[in-house]
């Protein structure tokens, strides 16, 4: 139950006056970070973009056009303006719309943005974190670049963008907007509004709650998606030197707001709204990750009734329910291991009961023909006994026969005398 809060007022100078200033210096110590996703077809003038953004050179490298799938390439690098430190994160879409088969060109972009929340959600669940020197690599705004046909969106361009629009903060831009005219360049932009709105695609729109910005926030949203031109050359206008592209008909200057919106989308995205691009990925996009993931892990801050559920209870829960999960699983495992046992005990019985009647059976033939031998070898036997007699009595018959021979030999000789 929340007590009614009391307003009072101070009889002195107390101090706290001075917490915005506080928070101000803190900042400057700590500096800030900032990620950019560019996504668009290559040779669009990305990069040469970012160098008119932040008046730098980045050295980006040209992208190849043969690559099988779409390749992110990220760059951190340290800016300096007065005394306050930009963090700033370049991600390149390489090869982005190059291949024959475009419809899963989105998968790698979105697999990349929910990587960065993933990793900035871990971070958050650590017991040990240090958010404050954590490097916050979220993508804070996505410059979509559309290729200036003056037809409308290509279907590649609606898909990705309706893949994205409830993940990070898009602002459509015309590049090269300088190949068409400015006839062409109003109906262009009405068509990709239709189109946009026809899908339900939903794009960044610059605050207008800030009484300080709110007036020309809201006008800048009548000019998206703006239609810009980057340039890495000075040119000679007048008495300066100004970002431009030399054609032979004549001169088209980057910062000139009759030429192109780049001062518009400059004053939006880095002087104006820089912040709330960052506060929208936190509180609106990364909230949403963060609610979808912790509800898939399982929790909720209500239970089943609809009551109110801390952390705690819903650690304390889902520790119950894993234990009773993983005794569901001991118990199941337990019985299979047992139903595993008695089948294996079952098989080693029948290979036992068919050994024991193959080596019955090897028996009863073994006896068979040790049978047959022994009767073989009686009957060999009772042939040599016989054998034997027939030889024995052969040669007794020999020996009465050479007797009765040498008998009457003996007889006649005697006769003869």
Same mark, same amino acid.
């Not at 306050?84 to 982005?96: A, E, H, P, R, S």
């Given at each position: 139950?929340?007590?009614?809060?009391?307003?009072?007022?101070?009889?002195?100078?107390?101090?706290?006056?001075?917490?915005?200033?506080?928070?101000?210096?803190?900042?400057?110590? &700590?500096?800030?970070?900032?990620?950019?996703?560019?996504? &668009?077809?290559? &040779?669009? &003038?990305?990069?040469?973009?970012?160098?008119?953004?932040? #008046?730098?050179?980045? #050295?980006?490298?040209?992208?190849?056009?043969?690559?099988?799938?779409?390749?992110?390439?990220?760059?951190?690098?340290?800016?300096? @303006?007065?005394?306050?430190?930009?963090?700033?994160?370049?991600? +390149?879409?390489?090869?982005?719309? +190059? /291949?024959?088969?475009?419809? $899963?060109?989105?998968?790698?972009?979105?697999?990349?943005?929910?990587?960065?929340? @993933?990793?900035?959600? /871990?971070?958050?669940?650590?017991?040990?974190?240090?958010?404050?020197?954590?490097?916050?690599?979220?993508?804070?705004?996505?410059?979509?670049?559309?290729?200036?046909?003056?037809?409308?969106?290509?279907?590649? +361009?609606?898909?990705?963008?309706?893949?994205?629009? #409830?993940?990070?903060?898009? %602002?459509?831009?015309?590049?090269?907007?300088?190949?068409?005219?400015?006839?062409?360049?109003?109906?262009?932009?009405?068509?990709?509004?239709?189109?946009?709105?026809?899908?339900?695609?939903?794009?960044?729109?610059?605050?207008?709650?800030?009484?300080?910005?709110?007036?020309?926030?809201?006008?800048? #949203?009548?000019?998206?998606?703006?239609?810009?031109?980057?340039?890495?050359?000075?040119?000679?206008?007048?008495?300066?030197?100004?970002?431009?592209?030399?054609?032979?008909?004549?001169?088209?200057?980057?910062?000139?707001?009759?030429?192109?919106?780049?001062?518009?989308?400059?004053?939006?995205?880095?002087?104006?709204?820089?912040?709330?691009?960052?506060? /929208?990925?936190?509180?609106?996009?990364?909230?949403?990750?963060?609610?979808?993931?912790?509800?898939?892990?399982?929790?909720?801050?209500?239970?089943?009734?609809?009551?109110?559920?801390?952390?705690?209870?819903?650690?304390?829960?889902?520790?119950?329910?894993?234990?009773?999960?993983?005794?569901?699983?001991?118990? !199941?495992?337990? =019985?299979?291991? %047992?139903?595993?046992?008695?089948?294996? @005990?079952?098989?080693?019985? *029948?290979?036992?009961?068919?050994? =024991?009647?193959?080596? *019955? =059976?090897?028996? @009863?033939?073994?006896?068979?023909?040790?049978?047959?031998? $022994? !009767?073989?070898?009686?009957?060999?036997?009772? +042939?040599?006994? *016989?054998?034997?007699?027939?030889?024995?009595?052969?040669?007794?018959?020999?020996?009465?026969?050479?007797?009765?021979?040498?008998?009457?030999?003996?007889?006649?000789?005697?006769?003869?005398?």
């Amino acid at each position: 139950m929340h007590e009614k809060v009391r307003n009072l007022s101070l009889s002195g100078a107390v101090g706290f006056d001075s917490l915005p200033d506080q928070l101000v210096n803190k900042s400057l110590h &700590g500096g800030f970070t900032f990620n950019i996703l560019c996504i &668009g077809e290559t &040779g669009l &003038g990305k990069s040469t973009l970012l160098d008119s953004l932040f #008046n730098t050179n980045f #050295n980006a490298h040209p992208s190849p056009h043969n690559l099988s799938s779409v390749k992110l390439k990220s760059n951190t690098f340290e800016l300096q @303006e007065s005394n306050v430190q930009l963090k700033l994160t370049i991600v +390149d879409t390489v090869g982005y719309g +190059d /291949q024959i088969n475009k419809e $899963e060109s989105f998968k790698p972009i979105l697999e990349y943005v929910d990587s960065q929340f @993933e990793a900035y959600l /871990q971070e958050e669940l650590k017991i040990q974190r240090c958010m404050p020197s954590y490097h916050d690599t979220r993508i804070h705004a996505c410059l979509y670049f559309i290729c200036p046909t003056g037809h409308g969106l290509k279907s590649i +361009d609606l898909l990705c963008m309706k893949k994205l629009d #409830n993940k990070i903060n898009i %602002i459509p831009l015309i590049s090269k907007a300088d190949t068409i005219s400015k006839t062409e360049l109003q109906k262009f932009k009405e068509r990709i509004n239709q189109e946009l709105a026809n899908n339900h695609v939903k794009i960044y729109q610059f605050p207008g709650d800030d009484d300080a910005v709110s007036e020309l926030n809201v006008s800048m #949203n009548s000019h998206l998606p703006f239609a810009v031109i980057g340039s890495n050359e000075l040119i000679r206008v007048g008495n300066k030197m100004v970002r431009a592209r030399q054609y032979p008909w004549g001169t088209v200057q980057v910062e000139n707001e009759t030429h192109c919106d780049f001062v518009k989308l400059r004053e939006m995205l880095i002087r104006t709204n820089m912040e709330d691009l960052r506060e /929208q990925t936190h509180s609106k996009h990364y909230e949403l990750y963060r609610k979808t993931r912790l509800e898939q892990m399982g929790f909720s801050d209500v239970d089943s009734d609809n009551k109110p559920l801390s952390f705690q209870q819903t650690c304390e829960k889902k520790m119950a329910l894993h234990h009773q999960e993983l005794q569901e699983k001991e118990e !199941d495992m337990k =019985q299979q291991f %047992i139903l595993r046992v008695k089948e294996k @005990e079952a098989q080693l019985k *029948e290979a036992e009961k068919e050994l =024991q009647s193959k080596f *019955e =059976q090897m028996k @009863e033939e073994n006896t068979r023909e040790k049978k047959k031998f $022994e !009767d073989y070898q009686k009957m060999l036997e009772d +042939d040599i006994t *016989e054998f034997n007699r027939l030889k024995l009595n052969y040669s007794t018959q020999q020996l009465s026969g050479s007797h009765h021979t040498l008998s009457l030999g003996t007889l006649g000789k005697g006769k003869k005398k």
